[in-house]
């Protein structure tokens, strides 16, 4: 299992290897590298495609202790260090892309550019914020009992035949799992007003059906990011479009990455 002393932490990623111009991927909250694997089959062996597990999820081995997405972007550039990477196109879905882009304000030199998969640059509008807590106590109270994984799966996935395997893997995890990745999740700063520090080429896509970040933020970020190429609507997705229609984003995807990568 390849694993990177990283930051304090042992970062489990995947690694497709070979020559061609590196992407680097970062997940979303309560998944794992796995949901990767349709642009794993797409961009290999054209482009090395690495992908990790963030602290609190997945294979990766952290110490417990609060972080914020600013220690996810050290975490995944120190990463590239681990593999020799001086530059690469740095990608995430939700989480993933509030760390990619903090990567991207952090690490210029090192980010040739961004892929954005139904993220936002600002923090949640309350509502959210107060359905996360509510989320939050219920799984401390209760567990992942099957009427709160059921609910998260509609958010993230939309169709129940795309939950699988993740409802499965959601209900072996333990009541106090959420505890600290979550308060990273609703403390995180708002960069919004440090988009435009952004000037490397970027793409951004957004499912048409995303309950959990609206399409509305997508498109903010890609307003806000100067070297932005393309946004990309997903039709019908939900919060996961790379996992749940490959169809509609890995041919754009693939195309930028041939032209920016």
């Known amino acids: 299992m390849p694993q990177a002393k990283v930051n304090g932490q042992n970062i489990h990623f995947e690694d497709t290897g070979g020559s061609g111009p590196a992407v680097i991927l970062a997940h979303g909250f309560l998944m794992n590298q796995a949901m990767f694997e349709p642009q794993v089959r797409a961009l290999s062996p054209e482009f090395r495609v690495v992908r990790w597990d963030a602290r609190g999820w997945g294979r990766t081995e952290?110490?417990?202790?609060?972080?914020?997405?600013?220690?996810?972007?050290?975490?995944?550039?120190?990463?590239?260090?681990?593999?020799g990477i001086e530059r690469a196109v740095v990608g995430g879905m939700s989480q993933g892309g509030f760390t990619a882009l903090r990567a991207a304000l952090r690490y210029p030199d090192r980010v040739k550019a961004l892929v954005l998969i139904s993220t936002q640059a600002a923090v949640d509008a309350p509502e959210a914020i107060a359905g996360n807590r509510q989320m939050l106590d219920t799984w401390r109270a209760m567990g992942p009992i099957d009427p709160l994984v059921e609910a998260i799966a509609g958010l993230l996935l939309g169709a129940r035949e795309t939950w699988e395997p993740w409802v499965s893997q959601w209900k072996t995890l333990p009541k106090d799992h959420l505890d600290t990745p979550t308060e990273a999740l609703l403390s995180r700063d708002d960069i919004t007003a440090r988009l435009g520090e952004i000037t490397c080429p970027a793409i951004v896509f957004h499912g048409t059906a995303d309950g959990a970040i609206t399409l509305e933020r997508g498109e903010q970020v890609a307003r806000g990011l100067v070297g932005c190429k393309q946004f990309v609507k997903v039709e019908g997705a939900a919060h996961a479009p790379n996992l749940t229609h490959p169809e509609q984003v890995n041919p754009p995807l693939l195309a930028f990455l041939r032209q920016y990568a």
């Open 62 to 83: 952290y110490d417990g202790r609060p972080f914020s997405y600013w220690d996810s972007a050290d975490d995944c550039v120190r990463l590239l260090d681990h593999l």
